[in-house]
């Protein structure tokens, strides 16, 4: 029998070293850049800024730019979109969890199978879809879609974290007289609270950073996401790179403000639920 090999904890700690410098330096290469005028990052890109105080390409940024139309766009778009996955999804994944018909086995196998379809087999259906129901060109399609395309992993998360919830609940609140909706949005919701923040975390990164879908779906013609935005400054600025790279610091605070308000309850969403899933 082979005995299992015992790696020295340097060469662990090596790798973990490694691991975080790969995903810092894009954040710090960011962040130097935008204090940094242009012409100082065509000359060294990898140099330090010659004034850490220097804030003109925020100024311009938010001042000569549509950035802060954008900017506004995203944070509507992704909480409209958030709201609408967690109004749909936990009740879905409940209806599923505590359903006793034939079909939710069924139903739910079709969730999970959907997970495994690209997006790109039925991108062009879709579009002709929004067109047909008067959902493109605003953002009624881009929710509509990140909603959609939200279900069958939220699906699955919900109702693994449900199986951990004892049923004996739900039996002692329909003695008290609630109805299933009552119960559910009263008693069981807030018990998903682990989940939801990581829902929250997962959907949010992925429509925040989202370009493809705003870039197609969007008008032309007026600002769109951050991330379109800042596509746009390319070509509208000559390679403004230092204006560039302010966008890009600019749409990273939202994302670590969420995450580190709800990181806490992150990892347990995902644990308990594929424990007990």
Not at 87 to 94: D, E, G, K, L
Not at 154 to 174: C, H, N, R, Y
């Amino acid at each position: 029998m082979m005995s299992k090999k015992k790696y020295p904890q340097w060469i662990l700690f090596s790798l973990v070293v490694i691991g975080v410098a790969l995903y810092v330096m894009p954040l710090y290469f960011s962040f130097i850049s935008a204090l940094k005028s242009n012409g100082e990052i065509m000359r060294d890109p990898t140099a330090m800024p010659k004034n850490w105080l220097n804030f003109d390409n925020f100024v311009f940024l938010f001042s000569k730019t549509s950035y802060p139309q954008a900017f506004l766009n995203s944070v509507f778009l992704t909480v409209a979109s958030e709201l609408a996955i967690l109004f749909v999804i936990p009740m879905t994944a409940y209806g599923i969890a505590r359903g006793n018909k034939k079909v939710t086995p069924i139903l739910y196998t079709v969730f999970l199978a959907a997970m495994i379809i690209p997006f790109q087999v039925f991108m062009i259906a879709l579009f002709k879809e929004l067109k047909v129901l008067g959902l493109y060109g605003n953002f009624g399609g881009p929710i509509m879609i990140y909603l959609s395309g939200s279900i069958p992993f939220g699906v699955l998360l919900f109702t693994s974290f449900l199986k951990t919830i004892p049923f004996e609940i739900e039996e002692a609140a329909t003695i008290d007289g609630c109805g299933v909706f009552h119960t559910f949005w009263r008693i069981i919701f807030p018990l998903l609270k682990p989940v939801t923040a990581s829902m929250i975390i997962l959907n949010g990164l992925n429509i925040w950073n989202d370009f493809l879908m705003p870039m197609l779906v969007l008008p032309s013609h007026r600002a769109k996401t951050v991330n379109v935005e800042i596509f746009a400054f390319i070509d509208q600025f000559a390679s403004r790179w230092d204006v560039v790279f302010a966008g890009v610091v600019c749409g990273l605070v939202p994302v670590f403000i969420v995450f580190v308000s709800l990181q806490k309850y992150f990892v347990k969403g995902l644990t308990t639920g594929a424990a007990k899933g």
